[in-house]
Structures are given as structure tokens and as C-alpha cells.
């Protein structure tokens, strides 16, 4: 069983930054790739980026490519999501998510932005955007 636990939410002002963190236990995070969703009040949840297992790929949702930033230390079992630039609309909860995706029907770049490609989830972290 694996175990995600986020942690940075907050409140800041529209163009301020933070740094959200996912903890990973009960597996070997690089057997996992990595990825981030969030949901908005009254919204459905969306995809907002991923990290393949060794961390060399990356993907992104348009609305925060060169704003966010996804990575993973391994070593420590942690994702992180660098937010830049934040805008109000960013505000939502955001979740950590952990997949397999191991399936070869799709390209690991569409996969990724299914929430029903990730076999575990976090609790999630409020983040609030005041503009």
C-alpha cells in the first residue's frame, strides 16, 4: 500500500509563489509516476502536471506551462510542485497523485492526464489565491 501526503498549501497574493510537497511511503516512489491534480469549487478535478518515473519527462497543462515546475527526488521519496506567477485562478485543492502506467495503448503523455491512470491519491492541500 502507498501512502501520499501533501504539504505547502496556503494563502498568498496573486503573483506569489509556493512550493507544494508529496511524501511518498510504503513503496519506492521511482517504481511510480508522479502527478498533480486539482479541483476548484464546483469544478470537475484536472490534471495540472506529471513526472515520469526517472524524472526525465515532464508534462504540464497549458494554463500553468512556465509557472509550475514538477520534480522528484527519489532519494527522498518526495514530488514537489514549484508554483510561480500564481493567478486567483489557480486557487483549488490540489492533490498528489501516484500510478503505474505501464500500459502501452497511449503514449505515457496522454496517460498521464487521466485521474483513472493513478492508483493512489493524497488527501490534498487547500491553495488560495487572492487577487
Known amino acids: 500500500q502507498v501512502q501520499l501526503v501533501e504539504s505547502g498549501g496556503g494563502f498568498v497574493q496573486a503573483g506569489g509563489s509556493l512550493r507544494l510537497a508529496c511524501a511518498v511511503s510504503?513503496?519506492?516512489?521511482?517504481?511510480?509516476?508522479m502527478g498533480w491534480f486539482r479541483q476548484a469549487p464546483g469544478k470537475e478535478r484536472e490534471f495540472v502536471a506529471a513526472?515520469?518515473?526517472?524524472?526525465?519527462?515532464?508534462y504540464y497543462v497549458d494554463s500553468v506551462k512556465g509557472r509550475f515546475t514538477i520534480s522528484r527526488d527519489n532519494a527522498k521519496n518526495t514530488v514537489y510542485l514549484q508554483m510561480n506567477s500564481l493567478k486567483f485562478e489557480d486557487t483549488a485543492v490540489y492533490y498528489c497523485?501516484?500510478?503505474?502506467?505501464?500500459?502501452?495503448?497511449?503514449?505515457?503523455?496522454?496517460?498521464?492526464?487521466?485521474?483513472?491512470?493513478?492508483?493512489?491519491w493524497g488527501q490534498g492541500t487547500q491553495v488560495t489565491v487572492s487577487s
Open positions: 510504503g513503496r519506492t516512489s521511482s517504481s511510480y509516476v
Open positions: 497523485a501516484a500510478g503505474r502506467l505501464l500500459g502501452t495503448a497511449q503514449p505515457l503523455g496522454v496517460m498521464v492526464r487521466s485521474s483513472d491512470e493513478y492508483d493512489y
Open positions: 513526472i515520469s518515473w526517472s524524472g526525465v519527462a515532464t
